[in-house]
């Protein structure tokens, strides 16, 4: 039984590491966490609300994925992503996943994209209550699943990889004024045109949104942040 035990503990410290570092790149994200500063890990824990292990532990991942550098004696530094470094990663995700959306559009069936209907409404129905945590998780989900029916799992990696490395900044003063609502709508409009077998359409909507992702990144790298990091389960 003592075996049994330590197992669960390991799987419950795997999971707090896991919400941990969940939170920490919404942060990142949203622009709570700002690009050149750094941030000590008893100092995150307090915001979030749980010990420094699983925040060191959590950084440590996403020092591997590029989004933080160590700092000796003193925590992690936000890594600075350049304008040229986003017209790259666009440039990338134009590549990949504009011709797999026409190719998803042309051999899913109704059903499988219908399925995805509520996560399209959630990214608009988060928008518009600004809600901007929910916004890009469901942001995530909704377009890693439509690539998913391609059936090419290293396609979805590589994507999902894409997007933590050209994480958004500065999304609050945007949601603020309103203007992730008419992106977050781009989803529902190209939903409709896949279902409806309309593949060019669709991947000239998936196009237009990518251009229109981008021009947030600049818009949004200026905006003042106002918010704090909220404790884990409240709402996270």
């Known amino acids: 039984m003592g075996d049994l035990k330590q197992h669960s503990l390991i ?27 750094v941030y000590s890990a ?8 749980v ?7 959590a950084m440590l991942d996403l020092a591997r994925e590029g989004l933080v550098e160590p700092v000796r004696n003193k925590g992690f530094r936000i890594t600075e992503v350049s304008e040229r470094d986003l017209d790259q990663y666009t440039e990338l995700r134009t590549m990949i996943e504009v011709p797999t959306i026409g190719r998803v559009a042309r051999m899913a069936t109704p059903g499988q994209l219908e399925a995805l209907r509520p996560i399209a409404e959630e990214i608009v ?10 916004y890009l998780e469901a942001d995530r ?5 439509l690539l998913a029916l391609a059936g090419n799992d290293r396609l979805v990696e590589t994507v999902n990889d894409l997007r933590k490395r050209s994480r958004l900044y500065g999304l609050t003063g945007l949601d603020e004024a309103g203007k992730l609502v008419s992106s977050a709508e781009e989803h529902i409009e190209l939903l409709d045109l896949m279902i409806a077998g309309e593949a060019d359409a669709a991947e000239e909507c998936m196009l237009r949104h990518l251009g229109h992702v981008r021009s947030l990144w600049a818009q949004g790298r200026d905006e003042p942040v106002g918010r704090t990091m909220p404790r884990l389960g409240s709402g996270l």
């Open 11 to 37: 799987k419950a410290q795997e999971r707090l590491r896991d919400q941990v570092g969940h939170a920490l790149r919404a942060a990142l994200i949203a622009g709570e966490l700002r690009p050149g500063s």
């Open 125 to 134: 129905t988060s928008a518009r209550e600004h809600n901007l945590i929910g």
């Open 51 to 57: 010990s420094a292990t699983p925040v060191r532990e």
């Open 42 to 49: 008893p100092g995150l824990a307090a915001e979030l609300g």
């Open 141 to 145: 989900r909704f377009h890693l699943s």
